[in-house]
């Protein structure tokens, strides 16, 4: 948990730092990039991730918690040093699923994968309780599962919370 903590710091500031990406060419060859482990952590199973995609996911949901229609009031944020609402971009199917995918040669780090929020939804995803989880997840699967199909990555809801989120 302390390492994933850190390198969740280290992710978001790499998102800072980057840019996003301007053409579909480059999104498309960033999508279908073959999985990596990250160097130096393979006993954690970590892969690695594209900082521009999560940039890129941030911009296209035009800097607004992509659960502010679903979940009403709970999308406290502030603004950023650039001006634009502060957001984390999060990966709906977790990165820690890639061995799972791998065999099917589907990146999860893809930007049909990435979804921003704001950091009050963001911790809920990853700290709250199981209940609290589903209320949050299950809106954003219901607005990404045919996306996700689309590229190959088929997951159940259940699978999902029951393998990846408790």
Same mark, same amino acid.
């Given at each position: ?9 280290? +992710?978001?500031?790499?998102? =800072?730092? &980057?840019?996003? /990406?301007?053409? %579909? ?11 990596? *482990? ?8 970590? /892969?690695?991730? +594209? ?8 911009? %296209? ?19 950023? #040093? %650039?001006?634009?609402? /502060? *957001?984390? &971009?999060? !990966?709906?199917?977790? #990165? $820690?699923?890639? $061995?799972?995918?791998? /065999?099917?040669?589907?990146?999860? +780090?893809? *930007? ?9 939804? !963001?911790?809920?995803? !990853?700290?709250?309780? *199981?209940?609290?989880?589903? =209320?949050?997840? =299950? ?18 809801? +259940? ?8």
């Amino acid at each position: 948990d302390i390492i994933d903590s850190i390198l969740e710091i280290s +992710d978001e500031q790499a998102v =800072k730092e &980057a840019s996003v /990406y301007e053409s %579909n060419d480059e999104i498309l060859a960033s999508n279908n990039r073959t999985p990596t *482990l990250r160097e130096g952590l393979e006993s954690n199973k970590r /892969y690695t991730t +594209d900082p521009r995609l999560a940039k890129t996911a941030i911009k %296209n949901a035009g800097y607004i918690c992509e659960l502010s229609s679903s979940i009403p009031g709970s999308h406290h944020t502030f603004k950023s #040093m %650039n001006g634009t609402n /502060y *957001l984390e &971009a999060h !990966h709906l199917v977790p #990165m $820690k699923a890639q $061995k799972d995918f791998i /065999y099917l040669g589907v990146n999860l +780090d893809r *930007l049909e994968n990435i979804v921003a929020l704001c950091p009050t939804c !963001h911790k809920a995803v !990853h700290y709250g309780n *199981l209940s609290e989880k589903v =209320k949050y997840l =299950k809106p954003l699967y219901d607005l990404r599962i045919a996306k996700l199909k689309s590229v190959g990555i088929d997951i159940d809801f +259940d699978v999902l919370i029951n393998d990846y989120y408790k």
